[in-house]
């Protein structure tokens, strides 16, 4: 009898034990800080929580899907010094010796933004984004990649006209930069740094129009421009920004990014961009002028101003500066070089650069024409021969 009502004990007890908790086998278990938990939406507050969605975001958010990468590929002619050219044997063996310089062809790639103003698949950008390039491609937002087709430059204002063919193209509507106030909003889109961050997802930085009417010189290897009517803004604009739209509050274009002010390459809050106004003026004769031949003979000129042409020691009033020239063009075949003032084409004094364009209104591809030229103090003439302009 009592053996069976200890068995009995021992079942329920271990009935109990298999139940119980186990105590000690793991960490105790705590409810994360309130900190660290999801905000509870019907808490927070509507006023608030609408006001997130302001101009910039409105603005950002229409813009940013007509905003587009351009990746370009441009072949550059590299002269390498030939070390072994001088040398004992140089006479001896000058007719199996190469020259003093080295020539070869590399293949640069490089990249800038632009956007897209027409359905029709017209998009604006910096003249210099697409100066001298080889290969030009469009990659949209959505990943599409395109060719494209160049329609035409100008080199002074820096704006140039490209084209796809592509379907669904969204688009950006040009504003009016003279309405532009100092103070307002500004918002620069385009992909800077583009290569690094891998991505075709335009980026968006946000200043005000920091002053208007800007006039300044930018030299470099891209050539020698003066502008003389820029937008400032203190929205940051860094390399890969070019060709990209300044946008107002309103999801408007009022300006093409071209270039900065800087220490270190990097935004130092002085960014500066083509009005609206003066792109949309030269967009409208670009497209009316493609597709018919242009002679050409390859420099890219400059208007001087006044004090440029006394710091040159220019004689009198006139002439157009060598900004930029191209190493298989006639007028580099003839000698002419950047830095150069070309005074006369044809026979008609060359007082600007609208002066300068409108001699080749009169000229054909094959005509030679005689040209006066001022170097270091110097006047010189000479004939160059004119062609059919070949692209970018």
């Known amino acids: 009898m009592n053996s069976r009502l200890s068995r009995h004990w021992i079942f329920a007890i271990l009935a109990a034990l298999i139940f119980l908790p186990v105590v000690g086998c793991g960490r105790d278990q705590k409810d994360p800080p309130a900190s660290l938990k999801e905000p509870d939406a019907a808490a ?14 409105t603005s950002s958010a ?3 899907p007509a905003v587009v990468t351009i990746n370009t590929v441009q072949t ?12 004992p044997f140089q006479d001896f063996f ?12 590399e293949q640069v790639p490089a990249m800038g933004s632009g956007f897209i103003f027409d359905k029709d698949g017209y998009i604006l950008t910096a003249e210099h984004v697409v100066h001298g390039a080889d290969k030009i491609e469009v990659t949209l937002p959505d990943e599409r990649t395109f060719p494209a087709t160049w329609v035409g430059s100008d080199y002074q204002h820096d704006v140039a006209v490209l084209k796809i063919d592509a379907p669904n193209l969204p688009t950006i509507e040009l504003g009016d930069s003279s309405s532009l106030q100092i103070g307002e909003w500004s918002i620069a889109i385009g992909n800077p740094f583009g290569t690094v961050v891998e991505s075709a997802t335009p980026t968006v930085s946000v200043g005000v129009v920091s002053a208007l009417h800007r006039q300044m010189k930018n030299g470099g290897e891209g050539g020698i421009r003066v502008y ?3 937008i400032q803004t203190d929205a940051s604009i860094n390399p890969g920004n070019s060709g990209g739209p300044l946008v107002n509050a309103l999801g408007q274009a009022v300006g093409i990014n071209v270039t900065i002010i800087s220490t270190s390459g990097g935004s130092l809050g002085m960014g500066f961009a083509v009005p609206i106004n003066r792109a949309r003026e030269v967009a409208r004769r670009l497209i009316a002028a493609s597709g ?12 001087l101003t006044p004090a440029a042409a006394k710091a040159f020691g220019l004689p ?8 930029d020239i191209d190493e298989n063009a006639p007028a580099f075949k003839v000698n002419l070089r950047r830095g150069d003032i070309i005074m006369a084409i044809n026979g008609q004094d060359v007082k600007d650069v609208a002066a300068f364009n409108a001699v080749f209104e009169n000229v054909r591809s094959g005509d030679t024409v005689p040209m006066r030229v001022f170097r270091n103090g110097q006047t010189l003439e000479g004939r160059v021969p004119i062609e059919e302009q070949p692209g970018p």
Request: charged content about 20%.
């Open 292 to 303: 018919a031949p242009k002679p050409w003979i390859g420099v890219y000129p400059v208007d």
């Open 44 to 57: 927070v507050d509507a006023a608030v929580n609408a006001s997130r969605t302001n101009a910039i975001v």
């Open 316 to 323: 009198g009033a006139g002439g157009v500066l060598i900004g």
């Open 62 to 64: 229409k813009c940013s």
């Open 228 to 230: 003389d009517d820029l």
């Open 76 to 87: 550059i002619r590299r002269r390498v010094f030939n070390p072994f050219f001088s040398s």
């Open 94 to 105: 000058r007719d199996f010796m190469t020259p003093p310089f080295h020539e070869y062809e």
